[in-house]
């Protein structure tokens, strides 16, 4: 059974920086992509970023400069690492996992945790 558990949302000042987690269970990172959506209030769900399961990262055009994805397979744990926030970067920040090791994972969903950006 696949956990996902994100923790490290909270309330920044624009310009500061927040470092998400993710901690996994059921999850092998050797196998299985993982990653982060955002859903700012009232719009649907975008893309942050990903990691396949070789290790290569990828990111939303948007988040490229200003997010860095990373894993600790030791940990069994995804980051999230944001800098420069913007009060639009203000939303709930999901991790995910895929059944595959390639795409923009989307099988699995953790509950989200909170990000609030204030100007």
């Known amino acids: 059974q696949v956990q996902l558990v994100e923790s490290g949302g909270g309330l920044v000042q624009a310009g500061g920086s927040l470092i998400l987690s993710c901690a996994t269970s059921?999850?092998?990172?050797?196998?299985?992509?993982v990653g982060w959506y955002r859903q700012a209030p009232g719009k649907q769900r975008e893309y942050v970023a990903h990691i396949r399961s070789g290790g290569a990262t990828r990111y939303a055009n948007s988040a490229k400069g200003r997010r860095n994805i990373s894993r600790d397979n030791s940990k069994n744990t995804v980051y999230l690492q944001m800098t420069n926030l913007k009060p639009e970067d203000t939303g709930d920040y999901y991790c995910t996992a895929d059944k595959t090791g390639w795409g923009r994972p989307t099988d699995y969903w953790g509950q989200g945790t909170q990000v609030t950006v204030s100007s």
């Open positions: 059921g999850v092998d990172f050797r196998l299985n992509a």
